[in-house]
């Protein structure tokens, strides 16, 4: 059976994992902060924090900015979970919008749905390609915009408008004219869940990039407090002689990422550019080489060739044209039955039950059922051989024409 997505877990993951375990140092400690060094200097972010999972670091990044119940955050309908839940976490209202045909929001949709009420956009880099950030940037710095945001907290007051929070889960290493996610907006949160490009088997990380008067570095310092208990001391400054007593200085979170994680993102680091992506790209190619041919498949290929943007190769969503969302499940389990594992990305939240209770209703969103009821993700992993992807490509094919013949 081929796989969806399994990790890359070869030697070296193991003796850095092993080198970790001997140190006798396994929680937030020297490799975490090393690896929040290197992933700013790769992203070109001003800072970054490791978490524990890209959720809770859009989680603190709301709460850092003072949503709250009665507040507003703009989401596109097409997403996972996770960026809809953490707003409903802090009580506030997520407001869905529709998608383009790339599958990332709606620029013109974003501009309808804010409101007075609208405290945060949160642009969805979906399988790894970049939304335009030069456009909603701009959308927010306009004097309109600007007029409509009401700032009640510190925070929001610094910045005079409404904060631009980039769900970057998918999209670590992929480019927007010129620069790599993580430097394209306010604040850009990355996930290394088991299943992402680079994965420290659970993790996140928040790229901080805001503007003066903020200091990135302060913020960093802050955020660090907020999620480790609100204690002002981690636990590594308080092995040091005679530095046991610390202080809580807010009810804070835990969310904090251990050494242990870490060690597995700094080799993955490591080597990302040169071995890993290189090797995502090449899927993606012979991918698209081998059903841009059937006029019924739609390929991510102009995406990929886009001049100002370059994915990072997260997902393949291949589309089928002409199906309806049945054919479309029909296929996929024809594709299973081959023993060849696919996936859909994503199930649109106004679908799940929990939203469909809040009054959402998918009808509101025509391109994102568009695009579900039509997509099927092909596995996408470093260790994916040529012969796989030849019989990923043949099961697709004989699966999708047995349905529409």
């Not at 802050?222 to 002689?241: I, P, S, Y």
């Amino acid at each position: 059976m081929i796989p969806f997505s399994p990790p890359r877990i070869d030697q070296k993951i193991i003796d850095e994992v092993t080198a970790v375990l001997k140190s006798g140092w396994i929680t937030t400690g020297p490799r975490t902060k090393l690896f929040e060094k290197k992933l700013a200097e790769y992203c070109g972010c001003k800072s970054a924090l490791c978490l524990n999972s890209a959720t809770a670091g859009l989680e603190i990044m709301l709460r850092w900015f003072g949503v709250k119940a009665g507040d507003e955050v703009i989401v596109p309908a097409y997403t996972y979970s996770a960026t809809a839940n953490v707003v409903i976490h802090c009580g506030a209202k997520p407001v869905f919008v529709d998608v383009a045909d790339d599958f990332n929001i709606d620029l013109s949709a974003i501009e309808k749905a804010i409101t007075k009420n609208t405290k945060v956009i949160m642009p969805v880099d979906f399988g790894g390609f970049p939304c335009d950030y030069d456009s909603i940037n701009e959308l927010v710095q306009r004097d309109d915009i600007r007029k409509i945001f009401k700032a009640e907290t510190e925070e929001q007051k610094r910045l005079s408008r409404i904060l631009v929070l980039s769900d970057a889960a998918h999209s670590l290493g992929a480019w927007y004219k010129g620069k790599r996610t993580g430097s394209l907006t306010d604040v850009s949160v990355f996930s290394f869940h088991a299943v992402k490009n680079l994965t420290t088997a659970e993790g996140g990380a928040v790229g901080l990039n805001l503007p003066a008067p903020f200091s990135n570095e302060e913020e960093y310092k802050r955020l660090c407090v907020t999620t480790l208990h609100g204690q002002n001391k981690d636990a590594l400054a308080k092995m040091q002689k005679g530095n046991w007593r610390y202080d809580i200085v807010e009810p804070g979170y835990k969310c904090n990422m251990a050494d242990i994680l870490a060690a597995i993102g700094l080799v993955e680091l490591e080597r990302y550019d040169n071995d890993t992506l290189i090797r995502r790209k090449w899927i993606f190619n012979k991918y698209s080489e081998g059903l841009e041919k059937y006029s019924w498949a739609i390929v991510p290929k102009a995406a990929v060739q886009n001049p100002r943007t370059e994915t990072s190769f997260h997902l393949f969503p291949l589309r089928i044209k002409g199906v309806n969302e049945a054919q479309r499940d029909e296929i996929i389990q024809k594709i299973f039955g081959k023993d060849v594992s696919v996936n859909v990305h994503f199930i649109p939240v106004p679908m799940m039950s929990f939203y469909k209770s809040l009054g959402y209703d998918i009808k509101n969103y025509p391109n994102t059922y568009r695009l579900y009821s039509s997509e099927i993700s092909l596995p996408v992993f470093y260790d994916l051989t040529d012969a796989d992807v030849e019989r990923v490509i043949n099961a697709v094919v004989d699966s999708v024409q047995s349905v529409l013949k």
